[in-house]
């Protein structure tokens, strides 16, 4: 009738056609990366400390993802906001100075470059070895950086690697960046800032960048924190203490340094066109302490839980998004860059693993429905999945329904997974399995005596037992056709076959989602896909 169809005009006049509310793309882009810190350390999400008052503002003002997730350790986690893509494809899975991302791999900057933004890497990089600094300009498309040496104490012995002409250490505190140029032949020298604590300074480098800015530059500043990474030296203005005392003062050092940084913007009335993204690479280490909302806990670097892989998300863009968003949607550290590109404006990424979690951020979704089903994340070898309430780690599995809560779920025998109620966990087995798809992995189900190679994914059949699938693609799949891994001729989990080789749930449509995770030539990693297909039709 008349007044739904007005009601639809006005909605699309709202939203836009795609459902995207109404913005115009920043101008700027900030990524703030801190070092070696949980979610649990601010106000916004729940930390008895009071720490944060102007990172808790961003989220206030702006949006916060209460299901991020990234890998929990350093290395990894920077790799995969770079590359969109998990650690298995790029082979960046712990950190060390040996670190060479590929050139096929480092696509943040250089995507972001393409779209017509000025890009500067500030701080920790630990993607390319010192020696082939360069690589950050060659391989991964910034135009200028200033990047720490990886020294043996970051605060105090701090010496900074720059491909910016005339920034030396004579001219440290004086360089004008307006005048901002990179050294020929791409050549680069070492600035001595030991007289400093070393963030502090690059808190400084990147404040001096902004006042030179006018409001028709177009920049991606890529601020990788070295706080509050150990050792955990005294911030300025504060008296040297014991390691949990420095860390918590170094926490509201960081939370002065936000506040410097948004200042400079504001003077320069580039606040509100541009877009800060806020968070972390990991957890804190196991010997800091933090309290939240009530409860006492140590930190998770290199564990697979909350503790190690649970960080905030928090995005501002003032008017241009909606202001004091707590969201549900899933997300993990391959989404960012998806996400940046989609606000700019940019062509989307081509098989990575990453989505945009954009339209969640520029409507201000808070439910927990979203482009993603599972969040990935792995230390060297050891790796896990999950969704929003469930996680699978090897062949354990826990409900995560509560943030720092998880509890395992013991069962009787492998097949007690074809229960409803344990169906969750079956279908994130199913998806870890097309997720390895063509690197011909080991899955280690509950309660099996032997792991399981060449699966491409696992479904009850009739009888109630799981079945390890082969060569098909689609997801509740007992068997393919044998000329191809995406269309399905028998269903199982008691699905039926619709008319597009998919299996649904009788009386109700469904969304089927094939992933080609990869193709493999001698066991390495080609190519990434994700197709989705919705399927109208039911099945009575």
């Known amino acids: 009738d008349m007044s739904l169809m007005i009601f639809v005009l006005l909605m699309l006049i709202s939203f836009g056609s795609t459902g995207v509310r109404s913005q115009q793309p920043p101008k700027g882009v900030i990524l703030i990366a801190m070092d070696d810190i949980g979610a649990d350390s601010f106000g916004t999400y729940g930390s008895d400390r009071d720490s944060t008052p102007n990172i808790d503002d961003m989220a206030r003002t702006g949006f916060q993802s209460n299901n991020f997730y990234v890998h929990p350790v350093c290395a990894p986690t920077r790799g995969t906001i770079t590359s969109s893509r998990y650690p298995f494809r790029t082979g960046v899975k712990r950190n060390s100075k040996k670190n060479n991302i590929d050139e096929e791999d480092c696509l943040m900057a250089k995507s972001i470059r393409d779209a017509g933004y000025t890009t500067f890497h500030v701080g920790k990089w630990h993607l390319t070895p010192p020696d082939q600094i360069s690589n950050i300009v060659t391989r991964c498309g910034f135009d200028y950086y200033f990047s720490w040496d990886r020294n043996e104490n970051r605060y105090t012995e701090s010496f900074h690697l720059t491909n ?28 001595n800032a030991t007289d400093r604590f070393s963030s502090d300074f690059l808190a400084d480098i ?30 300025p203005g504060y008296d040297r203490g014991g390691k ?8 509201k050092f960081t939370d002065s340094i936000v506040a410097r940084i948004r200042s400079a913007l504001d003077q320069r009335g580039l606040l ?34 909350d503790y190690g892989t649970f960080v905030p ?36 990424l081509e098989h990575v693993d990453g989505v ?31 969704s929003q309430t469930h996680q699978l780690q090897r062949h354990r599995i826990f409900n995560t329904t509560l943030p720092y809560h998880r509890e395992e779920v013991l069962l009787n025998n492998t097949n007690d ?35 399981l190679k060449g699966c491409t994914g696992f479904v009850c059949n009739d009888a109630g037992v799981v079945e390890c699938v082969e060569s098909c693609l689609v997801k509740h799949c007992l068997a ?46 080609t190519s990434t896909t994700t197709t989705t297909t919705t399927t109208t039709t039911t099945t009575t």
Not at 170 to 188: G, H, N, Q, R
Not at 244 to 251: A, E, I, M, S, Y
Not at 424 to 448: M, Q, S, T, V
Not at 480 to 498: A, Y
């Open 164 to 191: 910016i002409d005339g920034l030396t250490t004579e001219t440290k505190e004086t360089f004008d960046f307006s005048t901002l140029a990179p050294l020929p032949d791409l050549d680069s020298v070492i600035v």
């Open 313 to 348: 998300l928090i995005v501002s863009y003032p008017t241009q998004i909606p202001s004091g968003v707590q969201s549900n949607v899933l997300s993990d550290g391959t989404d960012i860059t998806p996400t940046i590109l989609d606000a700019i404006g940019a062509p989307p």
């Open 244 to 251: 949990q005392v420095n860390f918590d003062n170094q926490l």
């Open 356 to 386: 945009s979690i954009w339209g969640a951020i520029a409507n201000g979704i808070e439910e927990t429905d979203g482009p993603r089903t599972f969040a990935y994340f792995q230390t060297q070898q050891a790796a896990s999945l999950r």
């Open 272 to 305: 509100e066109s541009t877009m800060i993204i806020f968070t972390a690479d990991n957890g804190a280490t196991d010997d800091i302490f933090t309290s939240w909302k009530g409860e006492v806990h140590a930190g998770g670097k290199w564990s697979l839980d």
């Open 480 to 525: 393919c056709e044998s000329t191809s891994n995406k269309i399905c001729v028998s269903c199982g989990d008691g699905r039926s076959l619709d008319s597009n080789g998919g299996c649904v749930t009788s009386n109700e449509s469904s969304t089927t989602t094939t992933q080609t995770m990869a193709t493999t030539t001698d066991g390495t990693t």
């Open 206 to 235: 990147i404040v001096r960048y902004i006042q030179s800015l006018d409001g028709n530059d177009k920049f991606f500043l890529n601020y990788a924190m070295i706080l509050t990474h150990n050792p955990y030296e005294a911030p």
């Open 417 to 451: 997974l074809c229960m409803d109620k344990h169906a969750p966990f079956l279908d994130l087995y199913d998806e870890f399995a097309k997720l390895y798809f063509g690197l011909n992995k080991r899955f280690f189900l509950p309660e099996a005596d032997v792991g």
